[in-house]
């Protein structure tokens, strides 16, 4: 079955630590990618997207992903991060070849810190 | 831009009774749009997609009669939930798409919860 996994589950770090979370998916064909953080009591906020073109994406908020076609990942990455970026992080994937249907990831709780 | 809302955002009903859950853009035509259910600590559910003026499709597993979508115009989008239980109290979530945009605009969330 098609599938997508975020290896953390919770990750406990202190302010200006590097962080990166794991997304991988199981899909064949051509794919979007997408990560989304929820903050505490708010709602699902896009960080980056990737649809094609350069697999180096830069989000908001410092973040950055990276695609990597062939090990079917989407790793999301902040070199430094801040106590404000305790939240939790989704990554989301869309088949092309299914229309605008979203599978998440399990989520991954980031605690930082200060 | 890109605003989606929704309303409520709690809800409390009684068992048996209906909900309905209203899902609109405030600043786009939403051709599609899509309601997920969280559960606490986990990641978002798809239950169905709806587009304007068509039935909805639902994901394997959902049933259709309970939880009754309509998307009535470009901008607005219900979900009933029928004769609740409290099994059926959750985190609901609707998200909308402009034509030809795989982008996803999620909305606030209604927390619904069944007595």
């Known amino acids: 079955a098609q599938s997508v996994s975020q290896h953390n589950h919770h990750v406990i770090l202190s302010e200006a630590a590097s962080l990166e979370l794991g997304c991988n998916y199981s899909y064949g064909g051509t794919v979007n990618l997408f990560w989304y ?20 994406v830069k989000g908001i908020k410092g973040f950055e992903a990276e695609f990597i076609k062939s090990k079917f990942s989407f790793n999301l990455r902040k070199p430094s991060v801040q106590w404000s970026d305790t ?9 092309k070849a299914a229309g605008n249907k979203l599978t998440f990831g399990g989520g991954t709780r980031v605690l930082v810190k200060p | 831009g890109a605003v ?3 309303h409520p955002s709690r809800v409390i009903c009684k068992s ?22 969280q559960f606490p600590k ?3 559910m798809l239950m169905a997609t709806s587009n304007e003026g068509s039935k909805a499709t639902y994901e394997q597993g959902v049933e259709k009669d309970k939880f009754l979508i309509n ?25 909308a798409s402009r034509p030809g945009n795989y ?13």
């Open chain 2, 4 to 6: 989606v809302s929704q």
């Open chain 1, 87 to 95: 939240a939790e992080y989704f990554c989301a994937v869309n088949l």
């Open chain 2, 71 to 95: 998307h009535a115009s470009l901008t607005l989008s219900t979900l009933t939930v029928t004769s609740a239980h409290p099994e059926d109290s959750s985190f609901y979530i609707c998200s």
């Open chain 1, 37 to 56: 953080v929820q903050y505490p009591g708010q709602h699902l906020q896009l960080l980056l997207k990737y649809f094609s073109g350069d697999p180096l």
């Open chain 2, 42 to 44: 986990q990641s978002l």
């Open chain 2, 103 to 115: 982008e996803q605009y999620f909305g606030p969330g209604t927390r619904l919860t069944v007595t």
């Open chain 2, 16 to 37: 048996g009774t209906s909900v309905k859950i209203e899902c609109r853009s405030l600043d786009f035509q939403a051709t599609t749009m899509f309601w997920y259910r």
